[in-house]
Each structure stands twice: as structure tokens, then as C-alpha cells.
């Protein structure tokens, strides 16, 4: 299994307080992913990153910021949650591209926004 | 605008049966297809893949079909067994499209039966 922790696992939060979610990895892989999860809607990207400082924007990035200094480790921060923020986020990591685009998943992280 | 379509949110199969699991696609820049298992409360788990240029891959008891001129590919799962009851998700890349992850469809759940 590919080590990739999130933490934490389970947060409650209210409407307008930040939250940020960690993913860190010891694969020492490139890229980064921040997933988020929701009935009728699938996986949808949020951001991702492909090197120390280097991120960029997903399909549903509204809301959400991330940060990546350490190779091991992606942020996702959301400023000021909102209840449509209330999701299972998950981090994901891959190795260089041109090989399969294989990407491997944590095992979630589950927020509710109240 | 959905570019990795699974149009049956679920599935029921009985127990040595086979399964059948459809996806269709409208991006003909993906080259590289994808099946990932998920089981509640646990990450997505890659299961088996194809490349554009295939049209067959098999491994064990599961077996992906392309058929690119149609755009659409299905995951045959034979015999299927209890422990298969999981949701599956169809993903799509671009090999030499940059780091931006994998485009995901909405998911269909598997239930097997006894």
C-alpha cells in the first residue's frame, strides 16, 4: 500500500471557521491531488501539484486553497466553511507522468460543515 | 459538461453470475482508462486498466473492453463474488496532457447477490 496519510480523519466544524486538511506522504511521488467525493457527483479534482510550490486548479476549486513546501506534504485549507463544503476529501499522489496516470488514494478525510 | 459518463448509479448481480459495468466518454484526448474499487469508509483501490491503443485487458477474474470508436469501455467481472459489492469508478487520462490527475465518472455501485 502506498503510504499516504490524512489527517484528520473526521472533523465537525461550523459555518465561516478555516479548516485545513493534511496529506502527507513517504512515497517521495511528484504529484499531488485533492479529490472531494459527494453522492451523484463522483470524484471531482480540486487542486493539485506537481512539484514543492508548484499547484495549480481542478474542476472545483472554489473555496479552497492549498499549499505544498515540503515534497511530503499537501495542504487543503478552506478559508471560510460553508455546509456545500460538507464532503469526504481525498488526497491522492502519483509517480512521474508518461507511465499509466495510475493514482493512488488515501483512505479520506470526512468533514462536516454545520 | 461530463467528459466520463457511468450511467447506472447501481447494479445488482447474483453471486457467480457475471457483472457488467458500462462507462462512456466524450474526450477523444484521453488515452488511458481506468477502473478503481471503493469500499465504504476506505479510499478508492485501483483495480485494472487499459491503454487507448488496446482494446482488451484482462487480469484474473476482470476484464476491460475499449471500444474507441464508440467511446465507451466496460468492466466484465466473472464469477462475481460477494466481496466485489463496491462502488466503481470509471476514471480517463491524457498520457502527455500534463499533471492534472484523472477525470473521474460519477460512480456505480456494484451489489452481489448471494
Known amino acids: 500500500d502506498a503510504g499516504i496519510t490524512q489527517s484528520p480523519r473526521h472533523k465537525v466544524t461550523e459555518t465561516g471557521t478555516p479548516v485545513t486538511l493534511r496529506c502527507h506522504q513517504t512515497?517521495?511521488?511528484?504529484?499531488m491531488y485533492w479529490y472531494r467525493q459527494d453522492p451523484g457527483h463522483g470524484l471531482r479534482l480540486i487542486h493539485y501539484s506537481y512539484g514543492v510550490k508548484d499547484t495549480d486548479k481542478g474542476e472545483v476549486s472554489d473555496g479552497y486553497s492549498v499549499s505544498r513546501s515540503k515534497t511530503e506534504d499537501f495542504l487543503l485549507t478552506l478559508e471560510s466553511a460553508t455546509s456545500s463544503q460538507t464532503s469526504v476529501y481525498f488526497c491522492?499522489?502519483?509517480?512521474?507522468?508518461?507511465?499509466?496516470?495510475?493514482?493512488?488514494f488515501g483512505e479520506g478525510s470526512r468533514l462536516t460543515v454545520l | 459538461d461530463q467528459q466520463v459518463k457511468q450511467n447506472s448509479p447501481s447494479l445488482s448481480v447474483q453471486e457467480g453470475r457475471i457483472s457488467i459495468l458500462n462507462c462512456d466518454y466524450t474526450n477523444s484526448m484521453f488515452d488511458y482508462f481506468l477502473w478503481y474499487k471503493k469500499y465504504p469508509a476506505e479510499g478508492p483501490t485501483f483495480l485494472i486498466s487499459i491503454s487507448s491503443i488496446k482494446d482488451k485487458n484482462e487480469d484474473g477474474r476482470f476484464t476491460v473492453f475499449l471500444n474507441k470508436s464508440a467511446k465507451h469501455l466496460s468492466l466484465h467481472i466473472v464469477p462475481s463474488q460477494p466481496g466485489d459489492s463496491a462502488v466503481y469508478f470509471c476514471a480517463a487520462s491524457r498520457l502527455g496532457g500534463g499533471a492534472d490527475g484523472l477525470t473521474f465518472g460519477k460512480g456505480t455501485h456494484l451489489i452481489i447477490q448471494p
Open positions: 512515497e517521495n511521488h511528484r504529484y
Open positions: 491522492a499522489i502519483s509517480e512521474e507522468r508518461g507511465t499509466t496516470g495510475e493514482l493512488f
